[in-house]
């Protein structure tokens, strides 16, 4: 079983940054960070496998950064540029797979979620 937590949500003002992070308890392949808005689906941010290969959705691209550090089984999401469209809870998500996903139903495990509240 991975347990993953989540860190680093917050208040900031439109146009400021964050940087979430997740730590996993064991090694995982293929993680992602999706997001959820009140009375929305949980929507798909951005993934990235164990070589670090990764896709992003079309709203943050060019705005946010994923990263990991496979040593310290850890991943991030640098957001910048951020938008009051960008708040949402943010959760971190592992998948045993290789292979990149977007479907949040292929994930296995998840974390508890760190609120991202961007006020304009």
């Known amino acids: 079983q991975v347990q993953l937590v989540e860190s680093g949500g917050g208040l900031v003002q439109a146009g400021g940054s964050l940087r979430l992070s997740c730590a996993a308890s064991?090694?995982?392949?293929?993680m992602g960070w999706f997001r959820q808005a009140p009375g929305q689906e949980r929507e798909p941010v951005a993934v990235i496998n164990y070589n670090g290969y990764n896709t992003y959705a079309e709203s943050v691209k060019g705005r946010f950064t994923i990263s990991r550090d496979n040593a310290k089984s850890t991943m991030y999401l640098q957001m910048n540029s951020l938008k009051p469209e960008d708040t949402a809870v943010y959760y971190c998500?592992?998948?045993?797979?290789?292979?990149?996903?977007?479907?949040?139903?292929?994930?296995?495990?998840w974390g508890q979620g760190t609120q991202v509240t961007v006020s304009s």
């Open positions: 998500a592992a998948a045993k797979l290789l292979r990149l996903t977007i479907r949040p139903d292929e994930y296995d495990y």
């Open positions: 064991l090694r995982t392949y293929t």
